[in-house]
């Protein structure tokens, strides 16, 4: 009978490492693809359900619009491409889960202002998903964990959608916190940067939504309690790869710019919870460890 702690290792073995799409960063995922996107598509059934989805044409033609063209060059056949707008005026926020199951916030429209600017939005949160952060997170978190509940917990069933929803920024709508590190953060960026330039959106507008996300904060926290990188740090981060994500830019077909439909009830000023913001824990009254010890685990797997 193994010893817990060596049967996690037994399983990192077994897992084997993975690489980041575009950067090559080595990350240790102890999920596979086929259960992460599994997991993807429950926990996306399960924030519809709760969620008010957008029936104005246009609003969802945008979205489907630019989801699409960045699908195309995000090379995942394994993923069913879905994308939805979430008719809700006050939530600057976004995200895809694996599998490719994407939702928008009308609230973030004002800020992406132009179906460019929501390229910027989506390609960052598709990013997530390629780069498979969530599992990573939860990979980081069972290791942690070994020998505790967690384990247990996994070894029982494996890990159920609330922890993917988690793992994936949607923690506050949990009541959980689990934001993604600065690393990942910075590796959304970049690898958001070159999909959205692959897929014929002018980079160079990633810099101009970043400043208007920086005016809306009215002030992010300082750097060091934040897992997001400063503005000042992401705008230096995104000139230094702008160089690289032209070159991508100049070789696609242009895709046209067009304004986003204005949403009554959306304000420019962020007030709620949201992965681009409050992914600071101080501010919440969390303490650190706690983000790293508390992914939920559903009994039911
Ligand atoms: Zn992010």
New binding site residues.
Partial sequence: MLRRGARVAVAALLAGCAAAPYTRRSQLILISPEEENKLGARAFQQVLGKSHVDGRAQVNGAVEAVGQRLARVAERPDYKWRFVAIDDPKQQNAFCLPGGKVAVYTGIFPLAESTNGLAVVLG??I??ALAR?GAERMSQGLVAQAGGSLLGAWLGGGPGPNTILAAY?LGAQLGVLLP?SRT??SE??HIGLLLMARAGYDPRGALAFWQRMERAAGGAPPEFLST?PSHGTREQQIQAWLPEAMRYYEASAHAGVEPLPAIAGATPRSDRAH??FT?NPFRAGVSAPFLVLSIPYDATG
């Fill in positions: 960052h949160e990013a997530h952060h920024g993604y990942q953060e959304a960026d997001h992965e681009f992914c």
